[in-house]
């Protein structure tokens, strides 16, 4: 194959060079060998837009300055891409953003409220949520019917599983609860003016 390449190079040269001794005969502009290093520049300049530039080199260094491992997304499609709405985050596995207006089913942890361990789970998350009223709903607070409002230990409503996807209930004690304990209000339903619901596997549920 090596062989094959250098004889077509050579029969292409060969084809070139009688065309620029006719053309170095009719003009006055320069010697032959100038038309050469034309030629020379073009293909300098084509080789170039194949090379790295430093630009290049940076993107694909990782935080270390290694080569990092690159995945060619873009050459795997799925019929799924055309119908699929997605963001980048700005963190790495997530997003994280100032709250105005959040939609029924939001769920957030608040933060300003785990200084408080009256009202924070035993994970250490203080989760509320957007209710389908438009109203917010604390999790890991007192509920207005609790029967043991100078117990700050135990939880009214009880989470189970990983936020967003959580269940929150009665069921306290239990591997993966977020409190030891409970009290005697209602059955871990949520309830406003104009809503009365669960809150089960990661959706709102009305009662
Ligand atoms: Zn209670």
């Known amino acids: 194959m090596i062989r094959r390449f250098t004889l077509a190079c050579v029969l292409l040269l060969a084809a070139v060079a009688p ?3 006719a053309s ?4 006055s502009t320069g010697p032959a060998w100038l038309h050469l290093l034309g030629l020379a520049v073009v293909g300098v300049t084509v080789l170039a837009t194949t090379n790295l530039t430093l630009v290049d080199q940076a993107k694909r260094l990782d935080p270390n300055g290694q ?3 690159i995945a060619e997304l873009l050459s795997q499609t799925n019929e799924m891409l055309a119908d699929m709405t997605w963001k980048e985050g700005n963190l790495t596995t997530g997003e994280l953003t100032t709250i105005r207006h959040a939609p029924p089913g939001a769920i957030w942890n608040a933060p300003w409220m ?3 361990p009256q009202w924070t ?3 250490g998350l203080s989760l509320h949520f957007k209710g389908p009223d438009g109203r917010e709903f604390s999790i890991d607070h007192r509920a207005s019917n609790c029967t043991l409002p100078n117990d700050d230990v135990h939880k009214c409503w009880i ?8 269940t929150v209930d009665k069921r306290a004690g239990i591997p993966g609860a977020s409190a030891a304990t409970t009290c005697g209000a209602g ?3 949520f309830v406003s003016a104009n809503w009365h619901g669960f809150l089960r596997n990661g959706h709102l549920e009305n009662c």
């Open 114 to 116: 785990t200084k408080y």
């Open 121 to 123: 789970g035993a994970d």
């Open 19 to 21: 065309a620029l001794a």
């Open 24 to 27: 170095s005969a009719t003009s």
């Open 67 to 69: 080569i990092a491992d």
């Open 187 to 189: 059955a871990g339903s």
């Open 159 to 166: 989470r189970h599983g990983t936020p967003p996807d959580i």
